[in-house]
């Protein structure tokens, strides 16, 4: 059967394309889709494997079976190998922190975005998250490596997803870098960018209604860092 390949950041540049017509077995699993492109491109024989498989803009397990036509996206692992994730279980800050510290860096931020009782005039009951994950997944990674291109910062994005109460964490971002002002300025960077650009949608409930929100504080859009 017939696939399509879709390749990032080292892994794209090791194939020298970004997407790739695969012919594979039947019954190849989205975990062995590497396998079969390492044996094709030696190249990626000295990248790490991918941290993440989506099959149709679908996050799935390695062992989820292909089918005719899939396309298929194998993601890399983010600059220093810093923490990109959406979780359903309350945001472990620490680990948050912990996954951005190296010896290189000098400071470190921390964003935390929590839960709010009160917005527009009303008493806030709860929220709720979703996103496009795959996508989100994705575009996450992509902050994270600008950071690390423009100010020397190894970024970590953490993002809830579903119902959150009062106090709750939605969103955690770390950022490390060899002095202050580049991890601040990264920090910035990331959350401005999360806002305006990752696929996740908020929505507030409160005593006889709900209502999905935008972006509350709207900022100029953060500009692409030069390389």
Same mark, same amino acid.
């Given at each position: 059967?017939?696939?399509?390949?879709?390749?990032?950041?080292?892994?794209?540049?090791?194939?020298?394309?970004?997407?790739v017509?695969?012919?594979?077995?039947?019954?190849?699993t989205?975990?062995g889709?590497w396998?079969?492109?390492?044996?094709r491109?030696?190249?990626?024989?000295?990248?790490?494997r991918?941290?993440?498989? /989506?099959i149709? #803009?679908? !996050?799935?397990? @390695?062992? *989820?079976?292909? +089918?005719?036509?899939?396309?298929?996206?194998l993601?890399?692992p983010?600059?220093?190998?810093?923490?990109?994730e959406?979780v359903?279980?309350p945001?472990?800050?620490? /680990?948050?922190? #912990?996954? !951005?510290?190296? @010896?290189? *860096?000098?400071? +470190?931020?921390?964003?935390l975005g929590?839960v709010?009782?009160h917005?527009?005039?009303?008493?806030?009951?709860?929220?709720?998250?979703?996103?496009y994950?795959?996508? /989100?997944?994705?575009?996450?990674?992509r902050?994270?490596?600008?950071a690390?291109?423009?100010w020397g910062?190894?970024?970590?994005?953490v993002?809830?997803?579903?119902?959150l109460?009062?106090?709750e964490i939605s969103v955690?971002?770390?950022a490390? /870098?060899?002095?202050?002002?580049?991890?601040?300025?990264?920090?910035r960077?990331?959350?401005?960018?999360?806002?305006?650009?990752?696929?996740?949608?908020?929505?507030?409930i409160?005593?006889?209604?709900?209502?999905?929100i935008?972006?509350?504080?709207?900022?100029?859009p953060?500009?692409a860092?030069?390389?």
């Open positions: 059967m017939n696939i399509t390949v879709s390749l990032f950041a080292a892994h794209r540049e090791a194939v020298g394309t970004p997407t017509q695969l012919a594979v077995p039947d019954g190849t989205a975990g889709v396998d079969i492109l390492t044996t491109y030696p190249n990626l024989n000295r990248m790490p991918p941290t993440t498989v /989506a149709n #803009d679908t !996050v799935v397990p @390695p062992n *989820a079976a292909l +089918a005719e036509g899939d396309r298929v996206a993601l890399a983010v600059s220093g190998g810093s923490l990109i959406l359903r279980d945001i472990r800050v620490e /680990a948050v922190l #912990d996954s !951005v510290r190296h @010896p290189s *860096a000098g400071a +470190a931020v921390l964003f929590t709010r009782d917005s527009r005039g009303r008493d806030v009951e709860r929220l709720e998250y979703e996103a994950e795959a996508l /989100a997944r994705t575009e996450m990674a902050i994270a490596e600008q690390a291109e423009r910062a190894r970024i970590a994005i993002h809830r997803l579903g119902a109460s009062i106090g955690a971002i770390a490390a /870098a060899p002095h202050r002002r580049e991890a601040f300025e990264a920090g960077f990331a959350i401005d960018a999360l806002k305006q650009t990752v696929p996740i949608w908020k929505k507030e409160w005593a006889g209604g709900a209502e999905w935008g972006e509350e504080e709207p900022t100029t953060p500009a860092p030069k390389s």
